[in-house]
T-cell receptor, first 109, second 115 residues
Framework: GQNIDQPTEMTATEGAIVQINCTYQTSGFNGLFWYQQHAGEAPTFLSYNVLDGLEEKGRFSSFLSRSKGYSYLLLKELQMKDSASYLCAVSDSNYQLIWGAGTKLIIKP | ETGVTQTPRHLVMGMTNKKSLKCEQHLGHNAMYWYKQSAKKPLELMFVYSLEERVENNSVPSRFSPECPNSSHLFLHLHTLQPEDSALYLC??????????????FGPGTRLTVL
């Protein structure tokens, strides 16, 4: 079967760095997405990785290792507004998105 | 308006009611999606439309009935729902499907409560 695993909840301190991991087992791979979802709001696109390595976009970076079926989202200089759920999704061989359950990130002052 | 909009934002209905959810995208996309989001569970893909044609129906109960009159509008008709259908229903759109991994853009969702 297809499976995406990510931690249910994480807590971090304002100004710090946090890494949210995602492991996957899917039938085929056509890229991995990270989305951010604030409570009661729409998921919004953060990043897309299809090749191994690190993609940096401001305070957010996303890493992919296809051989390990592993990705992480790195958030630097955390701000209170980063409190949200972070969703990992993999595009499978049919380009269908397989979603993880999301990681709720709590930022404390 | 821009992006993807959904109405209503909140809906409470009894099990014998009939209601409809509406989604509209202003992005010029060709594909639209309905997802169900329940607490602490992955997004569940319900239906996919490409150029107004349904291309995916993931074993969704017949009490959910989608309609796509044109590439900008998508409806989800609801009837005789069960309490376990209470969830956040999200609409999304993307440029294309099955030609590459396209970024999906989501609406804010409809919070549905079935009594």
């Amino acid at each position: 079967g297809q499976n995406i695993d990510q931690p249910t909840e994480m807590t971090a301190t304002e100004g710090a760095i946090v890494q949210i991991n995602c492991t996957y087992q899917t039938s085929g791979f056509n890229g991995l997405f990270w989305y951010q979802q604030h409570a009661g709001e729409a998921p919004t696109f953060l990043s897309y990785n299809v090749l191994d390595g690190l993609e940096e976009k401001g305070r957010f970076s996303s890493f992919l290792s296809r051989s390990k079926g592993y990705s992480y989202l790195l958030l630097k200089e955390l701000q209170m507004k980063d409190s949200a759920s972070y969703l990992c999704a993999v595009s499978d061989s049919n380009y269908q998105l397989i979603w993880g359950a999301g990681t709720k990130l709590i930022i404390k002052p | 308006e821009t992006g993807v909009t959904q109405t209503p934002r909140h809906l409470v209905m009894g099990m014998t009611n009939k209601k409809s959810l509406k989604c509209e995208q202003h992005l010029g996309h060709n594909a639209m999606y309905w997802y169900k989001q329940s607490a602490k569970k992955p997004l569940e893909l319900m239906f996919v439309y490409s150029l107004e044609e349904r291309v995916e129906n993931n074993s969704v109960p017949s009490r959910f009935s989608p309609e796509c009159p044109n590439s900008s509008h998508l409806f989800l008709h609801l009837h005789t729902l069960q309490p376990e259908d209470s969830a956040l229903y999200l609409c999304a759109s993307s440029q294309e499907i099955a030609r590459g991994p396209d970024t999906q853009y989501f609406g804010p969702g409809t919070r549905l409560t079935v009594l």
